[in-house]
């Protein structure tokens, strides 16, 4: 280049300099929302989430979900078509878009790197093997209960989370009610004296086993993924009616919460227990331990007892009208009994001191997510914490055992086996079905 050719007049640099200087002084337009003003929460604080086996009661959480301002729903993963497309109807009309992104496979939904937290509310067969697989994917999670199968689930859940530093919530929400967290208040801080019972309300006290339906020609797997649905269950041949719960081949029906894998169900025990007996073992202290004792049911209670002498027993008759899932503690000075009704009745009017307790009825969820989600930000653990819903559910599994085999079983918290059963120790587990392993 010629010195003449990098000669540049005084009119032409002024006019350069003008011309530059005008677009930077001209009026930027940045919407509100991305400084986070008029109540939006900007792009940076936003908790982008996915969501994972979404029917009826994960379309029930994802409506507790939307309407917090830092939650961007982005993804839907579900073996059913039906469901895909539903939830994807109700994200994108939430954000006027057609952003919301479906997949069959949880695991592409997983790989995507700007998705923080998921939801999972698929079968139960799934919640354990799809929470360890979002952990080592480095995703936190709201992950509906019961969120394990057996006991051995149960300790590599909560070690995968303490592992990976993720953030789990399993959805017993009511520990984020009022009248239950003060029923468990009072409990914990030896306001009813010391602690002797306390009362858990199972949904069922049966096991049974499960079996097979006559095969049908499945859908294509567009449709309905069956091998997917399956995942780590035992294999059984594609029908219908099972698509909404699984068969029992001993007294007939069908339950869709939890046993899916061809050996016994966890039944009511587990399905209200991993509720109401993990309120229990936050009014007992026990959310680091489980009962060391477990007896089948006898007049209609099971009974187990912690080392401390605290007794748990498990009944479905006898309780006050206080709505579902009610739980009683009894100390030496006094008892409460609650439950869904959002009241409470209690031995006597003093254990209130003049306190004021908020009674919400129906047991939403819409606190226990807010909970989730200021965790993920802080980084602290919530009310339903991976180690809680380890020991909670392990009282639920080793009740089931004791009650699927019929006898008293001693059990050892530190250890986490059955002492001197060796029956009892091979049900603490079972394998997951090709390829699935965790």
Not at 5 to 27: D, I
Not at 370 to 385: M, W, Y
Request: proline share 6%; aromatic share 10%.
């Amino acid at each position: 280049m010629s010195k003449q050719s990098r000669r540049v007049s005084r009119r032409q640099f002024v006019k350069t300099v003008a011309g530059a200087s005008a677009l930077f002084a001209a009026p930027q337009v940045i919407p509100s929302s991305a400084l986070g003003k008029d109540g939006a929460v900007a792009p940076s604080e936003r908790i982008v989430m996915g969501g994972i086996g979404i029917g009826n009661r994960g379309t029930y959480d994802l409506s507790c979900f939307l309407p917090q301002p830092d939650v961007q729903f982005v993804a839907i993963c579900d073996v059913k078509e039906k469901r895909r497309l539903a939830v994807k109807k109700i994200a994108d009309k939430k954000y006027d878009n057609d952003d919301c992104q479906m997949y069959r496979d949880f695991r592409d939904l997983l790989a995507r790197s700007d998705i923080d937290a998921v939801l999972i509310a698929t079968g139960p067969n799934w919640h354990a093997t799809a929470a360890v697989y979002a952990a080592r994917a480095g995703k936190d999670m709201y992950c509906e209960k019961p969120c394990t199968k057996n006991i051995s689930q149960s300790l590599l859940l909560a070690d995968t989370m303490r592992r990976t530093g993720r953030v789990f919530q399993v959805g017993t929400q009511r520990r984020n009610l009022p009248h239950f967290a003060f029923a468990c208040e009072l409990a914990r801080t030896g306001r009813l004296g010391k602690l002797r019972k306390v009362y858990a309300h199972p949904a069922g006290m049966t096991t049974k086993m499960s079996g097979w339906l006559p095969p049908e020609d499945a859908p294509p797997i567009e449709k309905v993924d069956w091998d997917m649905y399956l995942g780590p269950a035992a294999y059984r041949p594609f029908n219908k009616t099972m698509l909404n719960g699984f068969h029992f081949e001993k007294g007939g029906g069908f339950m869709g919460c939890f046993e899916e894998s061809g050996r016994f169900t966890g039944g009511g025990v587990l399905e209200w227990g991993s509720h109401c007996v993990d309120l229990c073992q936050w009014a007992a202290n026990a959310d680091s331990t489980a009962p060391i004792e477990y007896n089948p049911p006898e007049n209609g209670e099971i009974v187990s007892t912690y080392a401390d002498g605290v007794q748990l027993i498990l009944r479905e008759k006898d309780w006050l009208p206080l709505g579902s899932c009610p739980v009683r503690f009894e100390g030496d000075d006094g008892w409460i009994e609650t439950g869904d009704s959002g009241k409470f009745v209690l031995s006597s009017p003093e254990l209130l001191a003049g306190r004021k307790v908020e009674e919400i009825g129906g047991y939403p969820a819409t606190f226990h997510v807010r909970d989730f989600l200021d965790c993920v930000k802080t980084r602290s653990q919530p009310k339903g914490s991976a180690p809680t819903a380890c020991y909670s559910h392990i009282a639920c599994h080793a009740a089931n055992i004791a009650l699927f085999l019929g006898r008293k079983l001693k059990f050892d918290p530190v250890k986490h086996e059955f002492i001197d059963d060796e029956q009892a120790n091979r049900m603490r587990g079972e394998a997951l079905r090709a390829p699935w392993r965790i």
